[in-house]
């Protein structure tokens, strides 16, 4: 018997690098949809992280009629009210936003508000069998704002996401230690047991 395959419902490269590092003790074969040459538009339209990644991943698992995971993540600052939230791939307000784009706009709304910005990254995984049975494993990672990005690694809001306790950013830390620590690894080990339990590892 072959080794039990996984689709990762995400065509980001950074967060697939995360995904298979953090995953690579599971003896499973992790795919993407471009190894699949599977191109799908779907909407992200739910009210919630969960909802988004169980739209992505049920999506993602009929085409491929294999086991689907898919995560959906966001920066929630508390001085906004948890914006930019569910909305943080789609903060700025141009069209074709870069990172760097919705980082600026972060910080415009940020100006003349009390500091320290404090903050959250959450992530909902979601896994979807192709037999309809679902599995959610959530996390999150503490940190606050700030104004001068700091590092080169990651992506979206990382260089200006400070974990206090290490006196860096995101965008500072290796992969390494990025997985020990970040919102989407913190969700992705807490989804283990649902992985293994749906691909009977």
Known sequence: ?????????TNNRGKVEEMEDILKNLDIHL??????NLNLEIPEDGETYEENAAI??????????????????????????????LHSHRFAPQAGASDADRRAYLLEQLQGKPRPWTAHFRATI?????????????GACAGEIILEER???????DPIFLIPSLGRTMAELDMEEKNKISHRANALRNAESAIRELLEL
């Not at 795919?31 to 699949?36: K, N």
């Not at 009929?62 to 001085?79: F, I």
């Open 1 to 9: 018997m072959g080794m039990k395959e996984l689709l990762l419902g």
């Open 31 to 36: 795919l993407t949809p471009a190894m699949l």
């Open 56 to 85: 992505k991943a049920t999506a993602f698992s009929y085409a491929s009629r294999l086991p689907c995971l898919a995560d959906d993540s966001g920066l929630e600052v508390v001085v906004l009210g948890g914006l930019p939230g």
């Open 126 to 138: 979601v896994i979807v069998h192709p037999d309809g049975r679902k599995r959610t494993a959530r």
């Open 151 to 157: 590092g080169v690694n990651g992506f979206g809001y």
